[in-house]
């Protein structure tokens, strides 16, 4: 971290990430609060933190960057993915003071505190990334030192092991009961769009409304009804954070409902384990998750590659995969699914981030073709 | 899963780069031998032309058929007409690759020829480097180029300059290292600086463009294949914003001050460039330039081929681009690979990186008197190092320690010192190659980082990261002998090495290391795995970095239980040790891992292949420092053992430390270094040569430049003075009289002073022989060759052509020469190679000195004689011994000539002289070999670029010793019909000869002169050789002129003399080809 005796130092204090008994490591803490509880992941991305820490899907999770420098470029107004930083913390190696460049509004350290948020440095994050690729996902504490030596390690691990994990956290609850719906205005030269916000990023709505789409939010407490009565051109099922099926069990009715009526429905992560769920797929957690803006995937259709931004923990089962549904995607890392379509109904989905943001633009091309699906059919 | 590969070819041609010169280095050695192993793997016939005999993939192994012949179109054609490849790959070879495809399209060579070519094609060659074609390329899919016109005679330059925006960059057409370049603030100053610039330019053309100089400046590594999947595999950022060429810049990877926003565009606009362009499949390299300020992006040119970047990338990544790039152009798909350091990820992904990677150039300018040591849109750099580290503080400090330049870390060479502030603001705004330097000296002086941003225009976070490290400094000194261990650690984790820790606080080492044992922080090895730790890696690429609470996992290096050998590299290239001898330690690797060591390499090269990780079995990117290399050894010495340090094969570089290694009792392998220090310590030496019987030139050593007038004064003038310890003859002079001596001290001064000077009697007209010998452990000895020089004793032997075998040496003397440096070689006890460097006067044999170590003339030798020559010198270093058949091995009983000739970049550096003498100032070599010396001779001086193919027009001017010999030839010439033209003195000596030849002006007489016949090119090749300083100063231009328009010219006795023979015989031989495998063969 930067201290430069010239300029005004922020006030870290010495802080410990404590993963489990053998794994603890001492390093710097930057936050308002004592203590803080959350699952950890990595992610690989060499850009766009902001983006990503304002990711709702990122809900009760500590980021572990594998990038060693964080926080270069700053922050600004036009990157924000949502109206805040939604994980619980960040994890990296160093952090500069002062942001370098044109479109910085303010420094990443201010904004981490603003934020009330969390961030975690000067460690050694590789070998933490290696905990987690190896020993898996779990609950872990970041406390300051103060903390730290007021409660002693064994209660801390006992906290740690008391908290609920993400599974049994309602993160979805958390997320809609902070969410404010923006208010429908209807447009008839444009296509109208059900978007269903689990916890979307921003820039899946912009994708839509370049392609002069009239977004329709709903958010988890959507009622079928209201969507049928305004016979929507299309329907979209967002990214958002937690267990699909915790997601898919508190609207199971209203989303069966709805997709009876066979409207054109596109889904991105979350939305693309909810739809699987919907045709009677598997979902399950991974065991440490995909996360980060290099990951190749295979288009089957044509064979080519995308370069995909991707983030998520769970994932949709290839195992006994309904007969209704047809794998389009998969993950050239692991093979696992990462897209899919119905076969008797227009709708599709993609377990990675077309939208991006960050990340690169290879799959943008997929928001093109949910137009096309909504103007096939209806015609 | 995989596809085969196109079954339509089974042979390719790869076309190599050709001699190590500016902006076309050993990159391409590192790309065209991946290239040619990768082929080879997929069942394919290569056949390679590369003239230059230092490369590892112009080894006999690495092809099926190797051309060392000229890279020249009608070389080519005959080689192709020959072999009947049915393919070309060219994007391999640099430059001078696409050059010839260019040229050969010129001709429709490809529309008659079925051959077909790889990656890119013509069409597609020609968009991309032609700047018009490019620009409306560009328009056509809506991206930018910076406003760029050509100016030439025919402008109205007043009209112009008020059409104009200002500022402006004058580039001018083939003007040398970018003269008369140059920035255009207003409308005043333009109509005389754009009429100079064309004034300048040779062909009176210049480009003048929108002015980006301080904008940032980024590259972008794209891989494509022929789907049409297109990955970024890395990203650049030049620390030295635009105005200074990317290869003269610090430049950092990935790019680090770009938000992800910005970082997609250029994503997205590098990937449309390809498509654009037509780069059908392979790596290519595009270069933006973005406005700090808001973010406006230009393009400014893309390379649709490998290039010196996409190697650096390589490295900065671990994604072998070359490699992928050729399997992509024989039909693969990037999906269809797999990654090499994971094995369980493909090649179509994007490498991610968790570390910060810098680039530092390597200036060889001390070498070019006369030429400003200023950086513009020209590239200087002769070499490169890269370093890793987990920040960019850690990672810029590494690149310092590896640079082996003349100061430590961030210290400023003495004569900056006493700079006054005004005066370092002033020189801050220059692009000087050491820059960096200098804004942490502004930094010490605690000037305004915002002052120097905008002085420099290099972006904030980059100064206030050397800003941390400089105030550290300060602490460091502050603190001195009370260091404690959380200062230390403090320190450490910046990235300070333990010596500039000991240098800063002027404390002992050996306290730093009993702190550092106390504490649970260590010095841990990291491994590049193109994947941020996501995937388990398999492949031993690290890298240092200090943690501060070490865990299990911390340390990645995990040595085996096995016996393993260290080879030390030769770190970054700079004029005197260059690609030869990363030629032989991959070869030494080689050899070592065949005898069942685990090899481990150190080095920080970046161009080289031994930097390549799947060269040895361990590879260490780190500095070639003691410190470093002591701390690679103690951590493999954790787990198995290390046998030795090898410190034979990489040039003076390693032998620097060999010392410090015996010291701490750290094991040298091969010859001891005793014998080291005799060779090099003049007294030890002495006593040596008396012992065997040899002769010395008569000689003296000063210390300081005190005593240095009087010693000089004792011996007989010319004189040659040098400081000790130096490699490539640097600041090596001859004397003719002591005020020669008088003016060496005053320009030298601060290199002189606390060094030992080196007297020696000059031999005049002597021949110089260049000898490398092999010796085993029981005393038995291999003569690898005797070279015979072309020209005399008194020019480089780095610098001067040589010939195996000798062409005029008695075989009395070539007898005495063997038995000497067999004795010496017994004397010194070396195991592996030693090189022998003898002038021979009158029958007289002298010599000059012995290098216990493989020399800069093994790789000619072994690709010339088809001997594994450091193959067989590693075997002897492990203990085994030489076969009576290498024992007995005559290098005499070749039935062809392979003669080595240098290639300079005199072009790159205006207004000096491009006489020769005993400081080396070649970059690059290439050979010519021939069953006839004269053509073996004639294809040398082609292949170094020489424009020999018609020749009519001769310009002869000599020095009086030279005359009467000269006129022999100027006979000869005259018989055969060329015209000959000559100076006054000449012409009268000629003319009492009967010679008939054309009178023209010397400059100082005035017009029509020698310089205009020159420029209006009328002279086709200029023969001229020259004496004393005011001769040498009054035909200046002639040389220099010759060399601006590329006219070929000869300015020593010997090498003229042999050209003339040669182009004598040309008339009635033509030139053929033949594999280096079918000269060996019989
Ligand atoms: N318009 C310009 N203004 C300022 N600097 C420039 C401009 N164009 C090029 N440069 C500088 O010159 C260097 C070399 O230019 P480039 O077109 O890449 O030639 P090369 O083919 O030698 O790489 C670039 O790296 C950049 O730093
Ligand atoms: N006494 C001498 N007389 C003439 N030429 C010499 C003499 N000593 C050295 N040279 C020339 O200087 C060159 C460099 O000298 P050398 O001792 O080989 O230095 P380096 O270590 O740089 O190779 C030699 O190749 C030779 O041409
Ligand atoms: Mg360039
Ligand atoms: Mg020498």
Redesign the interface.
């Known amino acids: 971290m930067?201290v430069?005796?010239n300029q005004n130092t922020i006030n870290y204090q010495s802080g410990y990430l404590i993963y489990n008994k053998d794994?603890i490591?001492?390093g710097k803490i930057l936050s308002k609060n004592p203590f803080q509880i959350a699952e950890i992941c990595?992610n690989?991305?060499?850009?766009?933190y902001?983006?990503i820490l304002t990711d709702p899907s990122y809900k009760f999770q500590f980021i572990n960057f594998?990038?060693?420098?964080i926080g270069?470029?700053g922050c600004?107004e036009?990157?924000y993915e949502s109206w805040k930083i939604h994980a619980s913390g960040m994890i990296c190696?160093?952090i500069?003071?002062?942001s370098?460049?044109?479109?910085s509004e303010i420094n990443f350290a201010d904004w981490i505190i603003d934020q009330n948020s969390c961030a975690f440095f000067d460690?050694?994050?590789?070998?933490l990334?290696?905990?987690v690729?190896d020993l898996g996902p779990k609950n872990i504490m970041i406390c300051n030192d103060q903390y730290f030596k007021e409660n002693g390690i064994d209660n801390l691990l006992k906290q740690i092991s008391d908290s609920p994990t993400l599974e049994q956290n309602d993160v979805i609850k958390d997320f809609t009961d902070e969410l404010s719906i923006s208010k429908f205005n209807e447009s008839s030269e444009k296509l109208s769009i059900g978007f269903l916000n689990f916890g979307a990023k921003e820039n899946i709505k912009q994708n839509l409304i370049d392609r002069n789409c009239n977004l329709f939010e709903f958010d988890m407490n959507f009622k079928a009804q209201e969507i049928i009565e305004k016979n929507l051109d299309g329907i979209f099922l967002s990214n958002g954070p937690g267990d699909p099926k915790n997601v898919y069990k508190n609207i199971k009715e209203e989303l069966d409902k709805t997709l009876k009526m066979k409207i054109p429905t596109f889904g991105i992560c979350l939305g693309h384990q909810i739809l699987s769920l919907a045709f009677n797929a598997e979902t399950m957690r991974m065991d440490?998750g995909h996360r980060?803006?290099?990951?190749?995937v295979?288009n089957l259709k044509n064979?080519?590659?995308e370069?995909t931004s991707q983030n998520h923990g769970f994932v949709v089962s290839d195992k006994n995969f309904p007969e209704d549904l047809e794998i389009t995607h998969t993950s050239?890392?692991d093979g696992t699914v990462d897209g899919m379509k119905a076969k008797n109904q227009p709708l599709f989905s993609v377990q990675y981030h077309p939208e991006?943001?960050?990340?690169?633009?290879d799959s943008r091309y997929l928001f093109d073709e949910f137009i096309n699906l909504i103007n096939a059919n209806a015609s | 899963m995989r596809m085969p590969a196109r079954k339509d070819i089974s042979k390719i041609l790869v076309i190599g780069s050709g001699p190590i010169v500016i902006g076309q280095a050993c990159e391409f050695d590192y790309s065209g031998s991946q290239a040619c192993k990768a082929l080879r793997n997929e069942g394919y016939q290569v056949v390679l032309i590369n003239s230059n005999p230092a490369t590892i993939m112009t080894d006999p192994e690495f092809a099926d058929k190797t051309y060392i012949e000229p890279i020249e179109k009608e070389i080519v054609k005959k080689i192709i007409d020959k072999e009947k490849p049915d393919a070309i790959l060219p994007t391999m070879g640099g430059q001078t690759a696409l050059n010839i495809i260019r040229e050969l399209n010129r001709d429709n060579y490809f529309l008659d020829n079925p051959i077909k070519i790889l990656g890119a094609s013509p069409k597609s060659i020609d968009v991309a480097e032609d700047r018009e074609l490019f620009a409306d390329a560009m328009r056509e899919i809506g991206l930018e180029t910076p406003f760029s016109i050509i100016v030439d005679d025919s402008y109205d330059l007043e009209k112009l300059s008020n059409e104009v925006e200002y500022p402006l960059i004058l580039r001018p057409f083939y003007t040398l290292g970018g003269t008369g370049g140059g920035i255009v603030y207003n409308q005043e100053e333009f109509v005389s600086k754009v009429q100079n610039a064309v004034d300048l330019s040779p062909v009176s053309k210049t480009l003048v463009e929108e002015s980006l100089i301080g904008w940032k400046e980024f590259e972008f590594e794209v891989v494509r294949d022929r789907l049409d999947n297109s990955i970024i595999v890395c990203s650049i950022e030049n620390l030295d914003p635009m105005g200074v060429h990317t290869g003269d810049s610090i430049t950092i990877a990935p790019a680090l001050t770009l938000t992800d926003k910005e970082f997609q565009n250029l994503r997205n606009q590098s990937i449309a460039i390809l498509r654009k362009i037509g780069v059908e499949t392979g790596g290519s390299n595009v270069q933006f330039a973005v406005n700090p300020k808001n973010g406006r992006i230009l393009i400014i040119e893309m390379n649709p081929r490998v290039s010196r970047s996409s190697a650096l990338a390589s490295k900065a990544t671990g994604f072998p681009i070359a490699k992928i790039a050729a399997l992509l152009a024989i039909g693969y798909t990037l999906d269809e690979l797999e990654n090499d350091i994971t094995k369980v990820t493909p090649a179509s992904f994007e490498p991610v990186i968790d570390y910060i990677v810098t680039k530092i150039p390597k200036f060889n300018f001390e070498k070019f008197q006369g030429s400003p040591k200023i950086l513009n849109t020209a590239m200087k750099s002769v070499g490169e190092i890269m370093s890793i580290g987990r920040t960019f503080k850690e990672s810029i400090l590494k690149a310092l320690y590896s640079i082996e330049g003349d100061n430590y870390g961030f210290d400023l060479s003495h004569e900056l010192l006493n700079l006054k502030d005004e005066s370092l603001r002033e020189e801050l705004k220059k692009q000087r190659p050491d820059r960096l330097l200098l804004v942490a000296e502004s930094i010490r002086r605690n000037i305004d980082l915002k002052e120097i941003n905008v002085l420099t225009h290099i972006d904030n976070f980059f100064l206030r990261e050397i800003k941390e490290i400089i105030e550290f400094e300060k602490n460091l000194v502050k603190v001195g002998v009370n260091l404690d261990i959380e200062i230390l650690i403090e320190a450490k984790k910046l990235g300070f090495s333990n010596t500039h820790i000991a240098n800063l606080c002027k404390i002992n080492i050996e306290q730093i290391y009993s702190l550092l044992k106390k504490s649970n922080s260590n010095t841990v090895y990291k491994r590049v795995d193109t994947c941020g730790n996501e995937f388990e890696s398999s492949t031993a690429y690290l890298y240092s970095t200090f943690i501060h609470e070490e865990n299990q996992y911390s340390c990645e290096s995990r040595p085996d239980n096995r016996d393993k050998i260290v080879i030390l590299g030769s770190g970054p290239n700079r004029i005197g040790q260059g690609i030869e001898f990363d030629y032989c330690c991959v070869q030494a690797v080689k050899s070592f891992q065949n005898m069942g060591f685990q090899t481990i390499m150190i080095n920080c090269n970046p161009e080289t292949v031994s930097t390549d990780y799947d060269t040895s079995d361990k590879l260490y990117f780190e500095p070639l420092d003691f410190e470093f290399v002591k701390n690679i050894i103690d951590k493999e010495n954790t787990n198995g053992e290390v046998k030795g340090v090898i410190v034979q094969f990489g040039g003076q570089t390693p032998l620097r430390i060999a010392n410090k290694l015996k010291e701490n009792g750290y094991k040298i392998l091969g010859t001891s270094f005793d014998a080291i220090d005799i060779s090099e310590d003049r007294e030890r030496f002495q006593k040596l040569i008396d012992k065997v019987g040899l002769k010395q030139p008569k000689s003296d050593f000063s210390l300081g430049t005190k005593e240095l007038i009087i010693k000089s004064s004792k011996l007989n003038f010319p004189i040659l003075l040098r400081p000790s310890y130096v490699l490539g003859g640097r600041m090596m002079e001859k004397m003719n009289t002591l005020d020669d001596v008088q003016s060496y001290i005053d320009q030298n001064y601060w290199a002189l002073e606390n060094n030992v000077i080196l007297i020696d009697e000059f031999l005049k007209d002597a021949k110089e022989v260049d000898v490398d010998i092999l010796r085993d452990n029981d005393g038995n000895t291999m003569i690898a060759g005797i070279m015979e020089h072309i020209e005399e004793a008194g020019i480089h032997s780095g610098d001067s052509a040589c010939c195996i075998p000798p062409f005029s040496l008695s075989d009395n003397v070539i007898k005495t020469i063997k038995k000497f440096s067999i004795s010496l070689s017994q004397e010194l006890n070396t195991i592996g190679l030693m090189n022998i460097q003898y002038a021979i006067k009158d029958e007289e044999i002298y010599i000059l000195e012995a290098n216990p170590r493989a020399s800069r003339t093994i790789p000619f030798l072994a690709k010339a004689i088809g001997i594994p020559f450091i193959k067989i010198a590693a075997e002897l270093i492990a203990g085994k011994l030489l076969t009576s058949e290498q024992i007995n091995f005559n290098p005499e009983s070749l039935s062809y000539f392979a003669i080595k000739e240098a290639v300079f970049v005199f072009n790159k550096f205006p207004n000096t002289d491009v006489i020769l003498g005993p400081e080396m100032k070649s970059t690059g070599e290439v050979m010519g070999i021939d069953d006839s010396f004269d053509i073996a001779y004639l294809k040398s001086q082609i292949a170094a670029g020489q424009k020999l193919d018609n020749i009519k027009n001769i310009f002869i001017s000599v020095k009086d010793d030279d005359k009467e010999e000269i006129s022999v030839f100027a006979k000869l010439l005259e018989d055969n019909d060329f015209n000959l033209y000559t100076t006054r003195g000449t012409f009268d000596f000629l003319s009492k000869k009967g010679i008939k030849t054309n009178l023209i002006n010397k400059v100082a007489e005035g017009s029509p002169h020698v310089v205009e016949y020159i420029k209006d090119d009328k002279i086709d090749l200029v023969i001229n050789t020259t004496e004393n300083k005011q001769a040498i100063k009054d035909s200046f231009t002639i040389r220099r002129t010759s060399v601006d328009l590329n006219i070929p010219y000869y300015t020593n006795l010997r090498s003229s003399k042999i050209l003339v023979k040669s182009l004598i015989s040309l008339k009635n031989n033509e030139i053929s080809v033949k594999a280096i495998q079918n000269h060996h063969n019989n």
């Open positions: 930067t430069l005796d794994h490591f001492k990595f690989t991305s060499m850009t766009g902001q983006e594998t990038f060693p420098i270069i470029v600004n036009k990157d190696n160093e500069p003071y002062l370098s460049n044109w479109r460690i050694d994050t590789r070998s990334t290696k905990i690729r440490k980060g803006g290099n990951h190749p295979k064979n080519t590659v370069i050239l890392f991006s943001s960050p990340g690169p633009h």
